[in-house]
């Protein structure tokens, strides 16, 4: 693999020649990439090449990396949490069905920064709940809410 070859062409802008160096590997295989980068590079070019992939394919997937890295690796960053809140509603619209995404929500409310509030947590769980009542994830962080 060229990671390093993919590292320079990410800090440098030339975003076009990175993704036809990842474009051939499985989606999988991309995050866990991106993810290794991210935490390797701490820049926000990360974020930024992710910003490219999804203009070109918006997919969850991609929403989710972003998310994900914004979280993660890069919440160093000042609005990070905010950003990442941004990905994750909007990989909730593009699958409304996929509980995961909602755990995510209640996720950023436990944050130091309490991106999402008490109300909406409250609200996304009821909802999770409906879909999966025996989700315990949700059932003891239901607890911590109320």
Known sequence: MKKKEIINFITQGRYSEASSLINIFDSKKIEDLIMEISYEVS??????????????????????????????????????????????????????????????????HLTPDEVVSKDEAIQVASEILIIDPNNKAVLDLYEKLI
């Open 43 to 108: 820049s926000i070019t990360i974020y930024s090449f992710i910003c490219k992939l999804i203009a070109e394919n918006e997919s969850v997937d991609l929403h989710i990396l972003a998310a994900s890295v914004m979280i993660n690796p890069l919440s160093f960053i000042e609005g990070a949490y905010e950003t990442s809140l941004y990905h994750v509603r909007r990989a909730i619209e593009l699958d409304s069905s996929d509980v995961s995404l909602k755990e995510m929500i209640i996720f950023l």
